[in-house]
């Protein structure tokens, strides 16, 4: 089993779709949790991090189960600029693993 | 001002070659990371440095090897170079305390290694 497994996409959503990506992690020592994001070619960069409380910065929403081990990301009113690959990362100190990633493709 | 550089951004080379790639942080972050993205994108960790010493060796081949002379610089030298190495390697650092990553991982633009 992976340690952090994502679904892979692509999703295919219009402008202005609510879109959600979950991803689960296997270690249940984790520590700390993150959404990134990477355009093509580019480096990844943070989206936000993830609480057991949920966190929302504007459009976007994370959410943090650590019963059941799940991370979501949750976005509303896609844009066109939201297309990129969509990265849940776990880190337990000093082991940062990346998920395959989940691509996203937003059309006009 | 970059905060994660590396050099170079593109490196073609033929098998057997040996290469470096370098890496600069200036966040003054503790702990730097050579990941490798492979043509599928996934994204794996092989190595992480705290302080100048190797904390993480994810199982990659000693063709591999990593140097610190500093907590700012982390550089990564490849031996013999085979076709499966073509990939796009990333460096990055971030800040632990207390064995907790608290902040992001500022990474580097990446290094496209071809091997031909």
């Known amino acids: 089993r992976k340690e952090v497994e994502q679904d892979p996409g692509p999703f295919n959503v219009p402008e202005g779709a609510t879109v959600a990506f979950n991803c689960t992690y296997s270690?249940?020592?984790?520590?700390?949790f993150f959404w990134y994001r990477q355009d093509c070619r580019k480096e990844p960069k943070l989206l936000m991090s993830?609480?057991?409380s949920g966190n929302e910065d504007g459009r976007f929403t994370a959410q943090l189960n650590r019963a059941s081990q799940y991370i979501s990301l949750l976005i509303r009113d896609s844009k066109l600029s939201d297309s990129a690959t969509y990265l849940c990362?776990?880190?337990?100190?000093?082991?940062?693993?990346f998920g395959a990633g989940t691509r996203l493709f937003v059309k006009a | 001002d970059t905060a994660v550089s590396q050099t170079p951004k593109y490196l073609v080379t033929q098998m057997g070659n040996d290469k470096s790639i370098k890496c600069e942080q200036n966040?003054?972050?503790?702990?730097m990371y050579w990941y490798k993205q492979d043509s599928k994108k996934f994204l794996k960790i092989m190595f992480s440095?705290?302080?100048?010493?190797?904390?993480i060796n994810e199982t990659v081949p000693n063709r591999f090897s990593p140097k610190s002379p500093d907590k700012a610089h982390l550089n990564l030298h490849i031996n013999s170079l085979e076709l499966g190495d073509s990939a796009v390697y990333f460096c990055?650092?971030?800040?632990?305390?207390?064995?907790?990553?608290?902040?992001?991982?500022?990474f580097g633009q990446g290094t496209r290694l071809t091997v031909v």
């Open positions: 990055a650092s971030s800040q632990v305390s207390g064995a907790v990553m608290n902040t992001e991982a500022f």
């Open positions: 270690n249940s020592a984790s520590q700390s």
């Open positions: 993830v609480y057991s």
């Open positions: 990362v776990v880190n337990k100190g000093f082991k940062t693993i």
């Open positions: 966040l003054g972050h503790d702990t």
């Open positions: 440095y705290n302080n100048k010493e190797l904390i």
